[in-house]
């Protein structure tokens, strides 16, 4: 079974502070996606990560896929308030059905 | 352009009540998904259409879950008898083909009681 391990869970965080979201799959795959998901709104995709070293960023984010390590990081530099919602990795292996991480919340305070 | 449509947002049912969610994908887009999310369980893969093939319905959690999508465009899922633990929202998503970014829709919240 895939499983897919986001971490951490929570974060709040300063603006203007950068972190790094976390996310571990238990199977090989090369394709990973993340996700953002506003309150009471549905997802937008934000990357699809399609190789191994693959890194994509848009604004402040920045993913990466390491295919060895089974691991995608989502980077956040010098957060703002707008960036505030719950993101998403997720793995396929059937190019349909995703296997989706639990979500980390990110709260950006002034 | 529209985006995916799901009807209704919201719905309150009856425990043993039949319900039926539809979903209008973007035009174009060959593949279609159905999605759970529920705050115990997470983001769940229901079900996928692809063209005129047979469904994979590998994720549907009960045969009260069924769902078929007309004319390779609109669908509906249906959920018969509903119990309590079906409270959810229910997402769909329809993307150009497989390995395609999926596009959600705003999703039916589905309150049993």
């Known amino acids: 079974e895939l499983k897919v391990e986001q971490n951490p869970l929570f974060l709040s965080m300063q603006e203007g502070k950068n972190y790094t979201i976390y996310c571990n799959y238990s199977t090989t795959s090369d394709r990973l996606y993340w996700y953002r998901q506003d309150p009471g709104k549905s997802l937008e995709s934000l990357f699809v990560l399609l190789s191994n070293g693959a890194v994509k960023q848009e604004g402040r984010l920045m993913a990466s896929l390491d295919t060895k390590a089974r691991l995608s990081t989502l980077h956040i530099t010098a957060a703002v308030h707008d960036l505030s919602a719950t993101y998403f990795c997720a793995v396929d292996k059937t190019g349909y059905a995703l296997n989706f991480g639990k979500g980390t919340s990110l709260l950006v305070t002034p | 352009g529209a985006g995916v449509s799901q009807s209704p947002s919201n719905k309150v049912t009856e425990k043993g009540k039949d319900v039926e969610l539809r979903c209008d994908p973007i035009?174009?887009?060959?593949?279609l998904y159905w999605y759970r999310q529920s705050l115990g369980q997470g983001l769940e893969f229901l079900i996928y259409?692809?063209?005129?093939?047979?469904?994979?319905k590998s994720g549907l959690p009960s045969d009260r879950f069924s769902a078929e999508r007309t004319g390779g465009s609109v669908s509906t899922l249906t959920i018969q008898r509903t119990q309590q633990e079906d409270s959810a929202v229910y997402l769909c998503?329809?993307?150009?083909?497989?390995?395609?970014?999926?596009?959600f829709g705003n999703g039916t919240r589905l309150t049993v009681t």
């Open positions: 259409f692809q063209g005129n093939s047979a469904p994979d």
């Open positions: 035009s174009g887009h060959t593949a």
């Open positions: 998503a329809s993307s150009l083909g497989r390995y395609s970014p999926l596009h």
